[in-house]
C-alpha cells in the first residue's frame, strides 16, 4: 500500500520554465491538497481538491494551477517558474475534507528555481 | 496568513527527559492535530484531537485539546533519540471551509544520546 506519491522528488528549473508535478493517492481518498513547505514557515495551502470535478484555491495560489485528473490524481503546474517558488511540494489527501479525518501526506518534491 | 503559533521553535535536550510543547490561535479551532516530520520525508500523523479538553496518548505522546478551543499542546516523555525530527501542530478553525487546516512554523527536536 503506496499510500500518497508524488513525482519528481527532485527537479531544477529555470526561470520562466514550466513544469507539473505529479501525485496520486491509493486510499480512495475523496479530498486532495497541495502544501508548499519552507523554512521556518509551516505547511501553506496552495489548492485543494474537496472531491473529484472540483478544485478551490487555499493560502498562496499566485502562479499555480491544479488539475483533479480523477479521484486518485491530483496535478500542481507551475506555468512560468519563478526563484520565489523554490520549496518542497508536498501532496496529501484525506478521507473527508478538512480536519475531520486527517491529511496523509507524500514525501514530498524539492524543487529549486534559478 | 498563519494562525497558529508554535513554540518552541527548536529544543535540545538528553535523552531520557520529557519535552513540551505548544500551539496558540487568536482564533477557535474544531480540531486540533500534531505531526512529525523526519528529514526527507512527508508530516506524519501522531495524535487527532476533536474536542475541547480531550487528553489523548499514543505511547510516549500525550497530547490535549485546550479548554479555550484556542491552544492544544504535545509532551513527550522518556525521549529517544529516534525522537529527532519537526514536530507540527495544525488545526481546522471554526467555520473554516472545507479543506482549511492551517499550520503551526514547527518545533525542530534534538535528542543528545
Known amino acids: 500500500n503506496a499510500g500518497v506519491t508524488q513525482t519528481p522528488k527532485f527537479q531544477v528549473l529555470k526561470t520562466g520554465q514550466s513544469m507539473t508535478l505529479q501525485c496520486a493517492q491509493d486510499?480512495?481518498?475523496?479530498?486532495m491538497y497541495w502544501y508548499r513547505q519552507d523554512p521556518g514557515m509551516g505547511l501553506r495551502l496552495i489548492y485543494y481538491?474537496?472531491?473529484?470535478?472540483?478544485?478551490d484555491k487555499g493560502e498562496v495560489p499566485n502562479g499555480y494551477n491544479v488539475s483533479r485528473l480523477n479521484k486518485r490524481e491530483f496535478s500542481l503546474r507551475l506555468e512560468s517558474a519563478a526563484p520565489s517558488q523554490t520549496s518542497v511540494y508536498f501532496c496529501?489527501?484525506?478521507?473527508?475534507?478538512?480536519?475531520?479525518?486527517?491529511?496523509?501526506f507524500g514525501n514530498g518534491t524539492r524543487l529549486t528555481v534559478t | 496568513g498563519q494562525q497558529l503559533n508554535q513554540s518552541p521553535q527548536s529544543m535540545f535536550i538528553q535523552e531520557g527527559e520529557d519535552v513540551s510543547m505548544n500551539c496558540t490561535s487568536s482564533s477557535i479551532f474544531n480540531t486540533w492535530l500534531w505531526y512529525k516530520q523526519d528529514p526527507g520525508e512527508g508530516p506524519v500523523l501522531l495524535i487527532a484531537l476533536y474536542k475541547a479538553g480531550e487528553l489523548t496518548s499514543n505511547g510516549r505522546l500525550t497530547a490535549q485539546f485546550g479548554i479555550t478551543r484556542k491552544d492544544s499542546f504535545l509532551n513527550i516523555s522518556a525521549s529517544i533519540p529516534s525522537d529527532v525530527g519537526i514536530y507540527f501542530c495544525?488545526?481546522?478553525?471554526?467555520?473554516?471551509?472545507?479543506?482549511?487546516?492551517?499550520f503551526g512554523r514547527g518545533t525542530q527536536l534534538t535528542v543528545w544520546p
Open positions: 486510499m480512495n481518498h475523496n479530498s
Open positions: 481538491s474537496a472531491s473529484e470535478g472540483t478544485t
Open positions: 495544525a488545526g481546522q478553525r471554526r467555520g473554516s471551509t472545507l479543506g482549511r487546516l492551517y
Open positions: 496529501a489527501s484525506s478521507e473527508l475534507g478538512g480536519g475531520l479525518l486527517p491529511l496523509h
